[in-house]
């Protein structure tokens, strides 16, 4: 692939260049040249049509996302990218736990996303697996998310960004000499 800058015989160039090349113009000016793919004898597997669905799914959400939610255009301002390109990202990230923490009778949950998280849930079980207490942590220095806990026990966090992407981890308690929890070996 070849990237044409600042060519007087290529700007400006779009579309077909003979049986074998295409040119296109990206939306900062660049000029591209390629070949042009050859998908004669293409059979997909179970995995790429898995993907496709995925692909259209996301395109769908990005189309009307991209146009109702102006945080995807802040995002995309002074990049390469448009909003629907941001809204396309976001669908295919789910949000992130990192650690949680128990801070003065709080449990704090560290969760981060590449738009945003919008919503943090903490359940605390028992022993047994049983809800002892569920609720919605709320934000707190940027990327904390607090939650006041009546209860110490396992912890079930559930994570939510934009695009409805959830993240679920469980965290076994802490020993009394931490204030942070470990996560548990199924992850």
């Known amino acids: 692939m070849a990237k044409v800058k600042r060519n007087i015989v290529m700007s400006g160039v779009s579309g077909s260049l003979g049986p074998d090349h295409y040119a296109r113009i990206t939306r900062d000016g660049r000029t591209i040249i390629s070949q042009k793919p050859d998908f004669s004898n293409r059979q997909f597997s179970e995995g790429q049509f898995d993907h496709q669905s995925r692909m259209k ?7 009307v996302a991209s146009r109702d ?10 990049t390469s990218k448009n ?4 809204a396309l ?12 923490e128990w801070h003065e009778g709080k449990v704090r949950v560290d969760a981060t996303d590449d738009m945003m998280v919008t919503k943090v849930t903490v359940t605390i079980l028992d022993e ?21 806990a009546s209860n110490r026990g396992r912890i ?3 994570a939510r960004d934009l695009a409805g992407n959830v993240t679920r981890k469980e965290f076994d308690p802490p020993s009394p000499f931490f204030s942070f929890w470990e996560k548990t070996s199924q992850d």
Do not use: C, T
């Open 83 to 86: 909003a629907y390109n941001v």
């Open 89 to 100: 990202g976001d669908w295919f990230n789910a949000p992130v736990i990192h650690r949680i």
């Open 57 to 63: 799914q996301a395109a769908a959400y990005a189309k």
């Open 128 to 148: 047994e697996g049983q809800r002892l207490e569920q609720g919605e942590a709320e934000l707190s220095l940027g990327v904390w998310w607090d939650y006041k």
């Open 156 to 158: 079930l966090v559930e």
């Open 69 to 78: 939610n102006p945080m995807y255009a802040k995002k995309a301002a002074g």
